[in-house]
């Protein structure tokens, strides 16, 4: 069962979803709902659809962080 214990989880489809293959769920029937969308229905594209990951939905703050590096390295 994908949401065990009364613990959100997240449903993403493993594959190129252009970034909407994600679904927060408060339920267990929400994350079914969520595999039934990705996996039968194929929302994301059928190849988007084969794979799934089910995590325990965190809490919190989120913080994205990118950095673009060019030249040599200062140490050797």
């Known amino acids: 069962m994908p949401h065990r214990h009364g ?3 997240v449903v993403k489809a ?3 979803a ?4 994600v679904f ?3 339920t267990s029937e929400a994350a079914l709902a969520a595999i039934e969308r990705i996996m039968v ?3 994301f594209g059928r ?3 084969r794979q799934l990951i089910i995590e325990r939905r965190l809490e919190g703050e989120e913080l994205s962080v990118m950095a673009l590096v060019a030249g040599r ?4």
């Open 7 to 9: 613990r959100a989880c």
């Open 14 to 16: 493993d594959g190129l």
């Open 18 to 21: 252009a970034g909407k293959g």
């Open 24 to 26: 927060v769920c408060d």
């Open 41 to 43: 229905r194929e929302e």
């Open 47 to 49: 190849s988007a659809g």
């Open 73 to 76: 390295p200062s140490c050797r």
